[in-house]
């Protein structure tokens, strides 16, 4: 189960209807960022922090139609690949805060990934090199040869138009290839 690490309340900006709800946030350890309607009730939402373009900022004027009371020291932007959240909090502290904890523990999960990475390397090349060995002993997989690129060979009398049974972009179009004016004449209205 994962814990907590932050949380508090935001406003955010939805995602289809552009209206301002206050939202119960959670920012877990997990690498999840949650947002709540009610905290008894499931999240309405979850924003992963293993996202690859995931940022947390400051907000700025040319973002979003900020309500007219919220100044820009308040705001928050978090950006993945799917989506752009807009936040603002009731304080500039909190504001803080949130970016603080967002990026720290983003911080936090990509030097746990390099850890795991370093890992995973040193347990594939063992003292011994025997699972390097392994890799250059194994034969080329079917796939490899399926896929190699073939020759263009023309041989005998093979027409030009094709090798391999695939079109030559190189030979004159055969007329059963050439496109047909398939368009039909226009009635005018007069």
């Keep these: 189960m994962a814990r907590e690490v932050y949380a508090g309340p935001l406003h955010k900006c ?28 499931p999240p309405l939402g ?18 979003t139609a900020w309500p007219k009371h919220t100044k820009m020291e308040n705001t928050l932007v978090i950006v993945t690949t799917s989506r752009i959240y ?15 904890h967002l990026t720290s523990a983003r911080e936090k999960m990509l030097q746990e990934h390099q850890y795991t990475n370093r890992l995973l390397h040193n ?12 890799q250059a002993t194994q034969e080329p997989s079917n796939h490899a040869l399926k ?6 060979v023309t041989i005998g009398n093979a027409s030009p138009q094709s090798v391999h ?6 030979a004159k179009n055969p007329k059963w290839y050439q496109k047909k004016d398939r368009r039909q004449p226009t009635k005018r209205f007069g």
């Design 86 to 100: 807009y936040m603002w909090a009731e304080s500039p502290e909190e504001a803080s805060d949130w970016r603080t």
């Design 165 to 170: 049974g695939k079109f030559n972009p190189n």
């Design 14 to 41: 939805g995602g289809k209807v552009k209206s301002w709800k206050k939202r119960w946030m959670v920012l877990k350890d997990d690498h999840t960022f949650s947002y709540y309607k009610d905290a008894a009730k």
């Design 147 to 152: 896929y190699r690129p073939k020759e263009a």
């Design 123 to 134: 347990n594939r090349t063992q003292s011994d090199g025997s699972a390097l060995r392994m």
């Design 46 to 63: 979850v924003i992963s922090l293993m996202d690859s373009s995931f940022s947390a900022r400051e907000g700025s004027a040319l973002d």
